[in-house]
């Protein structure tokens, strides 16, 4: 998919109010499972569990970098879906920290922005499974805009 292309569906993704054909585009966002809806002002991700996930059969656990992949995913999807216009987000930096074995079932993200400029946005990412206040790994992630 070249950048006109991507431009067009995202707007059309933001003229219907439906993200998934943005997601359906993206072949490692179709491998994740990942959905996106919207709940209020909110944007939230969501990874259903496949066992493609899985990194540790013997818990089993899903796999870090799969955890990382719904992270940034959802910080990059914050900011294409929200109403500013902008070009596809570059990843700057993400750091993550995980904070417990995340089990075999659908996982959750929420971003929260921190600050959004011109030319750059800082956000939070926090990744959950059944309580969104007991967080398997959350990330900060800077984006570059332009």
């Given amino acids: 998919m070249n950048e006109f292309e ?7 993704v933001r003229e219907g109010g439906d993200p998934q054909p943005l997601i359906d585009a993206l072949p490692y966002a179709r491998f994740l499972g990942l959905e996106v809806r919207r709940e209020g002002t909110e944007i939230l991700t969501t990874m259903r569990y496949h066992e493609a996930l899985i990194g540790d059969a ?14 940034e995913s959802a910080a990059v999807f914050s900011v294409l879906l929200s ?19 995340a089990r075999a ?8 922005v921190i600050r959004r ?6 956000l939070e990412a926090s990744a959950y499974q059944e309580d ?6 959350t990330a ?7």
Avoid at 6 to 12: D, E, F, G, I, P
């Fill in 6 to 12: 991507l431009a067009a569906l995202l707007a059309s």
């Fill in 58 to 71: 013997s818990l089993p656990a899903l796999h870090g970098g799969t955890l990382a992949g719904l992270l």
């Fill in 83 to 101: 109403p500013e216009p902008t070009v596809l987000p570059k990843t700057i930096t993400l750091t993550i920290d995980y904070l417990r074995s």
């Fill in 105 to 112: 079932v659908d996982t959750h993200c929420r971003v929260r």
């Fill in 117 to 122: 400029g011109r030319r750059m946005a800082v």
């Fill in 132 to 137: 969104p206040a007991q967080p398997v790994a």
């Fill in 140 to 146: 900060t992630v800077h984006l570059l805009l332009v």
